[in-house]
Nanobody
């Protein structure tokens, strides 16, 4: 059974940085594109970033471009989200997800096969 486990969330002041990790098990990691999503209180879960299985292609939602970087280490079965210049509006539960159906990943939640349990990121002003 595939499993995704996020870590690295926490409380940070505006302008600070955090790096989230998502460790995968029970799947052939390099065959899966990975995505990061987030859900703020009272809002729908939204796309943040995605990366192809090979790691060569990445996409970001406009609000995080230039501040967040998605990367992966296929030898460690881990995907990362480096978050810099954090803003209070980045406060949310962050989820990683895996899809074998979309080589480049996807913005759509329904395209993903597996989800992690989420990690809380809180940015104070």
């Amino acid at each position: 059974q595939a499993q995704l486990v996020e870590s690295g969330g926490g409380l940070v002041q505006a302008g600070g940085s955090l790096t989230l990790s998502c460790a995968a098990s029970g799947l052939t990691f390099s065959n899966y594109a990975m995505g990061w999503f987030r859900q703020a209180p009272g809002k729908e879960r939204e796309f943040v970033a995605r990366i192809a299985g090979s790691g060569g292609i990445t996409y970001y939602t406009d609000s995080v471009k230039g501040r967040f970087t998605i990367s992966r280490d296929n030898a460690k079965n881990t995907v990362y989200l480096q978050m810099n210049s954090l803003k209070p509006e980045d406060t949310a539960v962050y989820y990683c997800a895996a899809t074998a159906r979309r080589y480049w990943g996807s913005r759509d939640l329904g395209d993903y096969d597996y989800w992690g349990q989420g990690t809380q990121v809180t940015v104070s002003s």
